[in-house]
């Protein structure tokens, strides 16, 4: 099997870990012997029962785990020195022998890949996941032609040119890539594998309960990239001409922080929930909902590289979503597949209409079966899998080739 080593800051023992990074080693690990190397934060390392848990997991399909700690502050120099090391941890595996592949999965460990590379030649894919330097614009924690700005944009373009392969999750992400970077992408291989979810897990529920509509929504809100206010408005809607409907809030952000965002009056005050789920319970979790909402910052550049994660998973267990328009390829998957509503705006009048919308929507006795369908179609985790193995199977076939470049 091919030595593999796949880089992320992420960590294994985060939702986003086990769902994300996981969910493909799974089915990669048959074919490559994988490093992995994570980034893990203080609160899941504590967790002695997870991390045993994690280790066992990867020890029964062949992966070498790594797990690093991760370190948010300072700001600037916390990420710095995390690089460095990174740098030191994948030069000691490819000297090692234990990476003719390095799989980067988004900026700053394709910035580490792209470096070893130069230094060894071993080839890397850029796996970007979303466009990062738009993302830290779009949530005001980076300046538009700044040095920082300038220093990450050189190395996004770098990475662009020189990797073996590039992964978007978006075909609009890939569109603006090709307009930005011609010259970088004019022989550059470009896969697009959107968030996948373990559709084994995320199925729909035996029955639908008939009880109170529960409108749900899943993963961070304070991220400074999702619309809280239109949550709010959609919320406040719903709230006014369903006096038995309910919401959920499935988040590891400080309740109490969500709460003063979405409803600082606390006028819902035990209709609307907020709290964490452990990942293993997340298809429970979606199951006890009705529908999802999801609204991002659409519109911006940073937007166009987004799949969410929650839209596969809601969709996985047949359940509708409440969107918006200018978020990767959310509105057009929406719309093609009729499997939710896409919402104008966050004005009382066009949460009504979408509203409306829903309700015409859930008449439909296919609905679920064809949110079903969709994900299947678009979001499996098996056909994601399928593709990362053959952009393996390419890199390393060109690779080996004595002509190759």
């Known amino acids: 099997m091919t030595p593999t080593l796949y880089l992320t800051r992420n960590g294994l023992l985060e939702p986003l870990g086990q769902s994300q990074v996981l969910g493909y080693l ?107 330097p738009e993302e830290l614009i779009t949530a005001g924690r980076l300046r538009r032609g700044s040095w920082m700005h300038r220093a990450i944009v050189r190395v996004e373009r770098a990475c662009l040119r020189e990797a073996a392969a590039v992964v978007s999750l978006t075909h609009a992400a890939v569109a603006h890539l090709r307009r930005a970077y011609p010259a970088e992408l004019h022989a550059q291989r470009i896969d697009v594998i959107p968030t996948c979810a373990d559709l084994d897990r995320f199925t729909p529920a035996p029955a639908r309960s008939r009880g109170d509509a529960v409108h749900g929504c899943i993963g961070t809100i304070l991220s400074g990239w999702f619309r809280t206010d239109w949550l709010a408005a959609w919320i406040s809607a719903v709230a006014a001409r369903d006096p038995d409907a309910r919401f959920e809030i499935v988040t590891r952000d400080d309740p109490e922080h969500v709460r003063a965002a979405i409803d600082p009056a606390d006028a819902l005050a035990g209709r609307l929930s907020i709290g964490p789920r452990p990942s293993a319970d997340m298809p429970d979790a979606v199951r006890g909902h009705d529908l999802s909402m999801m609204f991002y910052a659409g519109g911006e550049i940073s937007e166009l590289g987004r799949s969410p994660t929650r839209m596969a998973e809601v969709l996985g267990c047949g359940l509708p979503v409440v969107a918006n328009e200018g978020v990767g390829d959310v509105a057009d998957i929406v719309r093609r597949n009729t499997v939710g509503v896409i919402v104008a705006g966050p004005r009382e009048d066009q949460m009504v209409e979408a509203l409306r919308q829903l309700e015409t929507l859930k008449t439909d006795p296919d609905l679920s079966v064809r949110c079903r369908a969709t994900a299947e179609a678009v979001f499996s985790l098996e056909t994601g899998t399928a593709g990362y193995r053959d952009i393996y199977a390419t890199i390393l076939r060109t690779k080996d080739t004595p002509c190759a470049a």
């Open 26 to 132: 799974r089915g990669l690990s048959r074919d490559h012997a994988i490093t992995l190397i994570t980034y893990e934060k203080p609160e899941d390392w504590a967790d002695r029962a997870r991390v045993a848990q994690a280790r066992e997991e990867c020890d029964r399909h062949g992966i070498r785990w790594l797990p690093q700690r991760f370190h948010a502050k300072p700001r600037v120099i916390a990420p710095a020195l995390s690089m460095m090391r990174m740098v030191w941890l994948v030069l000691r595996e490819v000297r090692a022998g234990r990476a003719e592949l390095i799989h980067a999965r988004s900026y700053i460990p394709a910035a580490v890949a792209l470096a070893v590379h130069r230094l060894t030649r071993v080839p890397f894919i850029f796996d970007m996941r979303a466009l990062w």
